[in-house]
């Protein structure tokens, strides 16, 4: 038989907080972002998934992190 979250014993007792709601709306809202894409080898990409791992992010992120941070840099040796 499947299990199903409805069959959870916490699901009855659910309770959302408008305000944290509300607030992660606005933060999503206020950073849009633009799906680009780039071509990596696949070492490359395997390399970022275990240091992703590491951290404790998806690799997706940790790679919006370096390019960011590699604007940063950019700019501030410029």
Do not use: C, D, W
């Not at 916490?10 to 972002?33: D, L, M, R």
């Not at 799906?35 to 970022?48: G, K, Q, R, Y």
């Amino acid at each position: 038989m499947a299990n199903y979250v409805k069959s959870e014993k916490g699901y009855t007792k659910t309770s959302f907080e408008a305000k944290k709601i509300k607030a992660a709306y606005k933060k999503v809202k206020a950073s849009p972002k633009h799906p680009t894409s780039i071509n990596l080898s696949e070492e490359t990409v395997s390399e970022l998934k275990a240091l992703a791992t590491k951290k404790g992010l998806p690799y997706q992120a940790l790679m919006r992190m370096l390019v960011l941070e590699g604007i940063e840099r950019l700019k501030k040796a410029a």
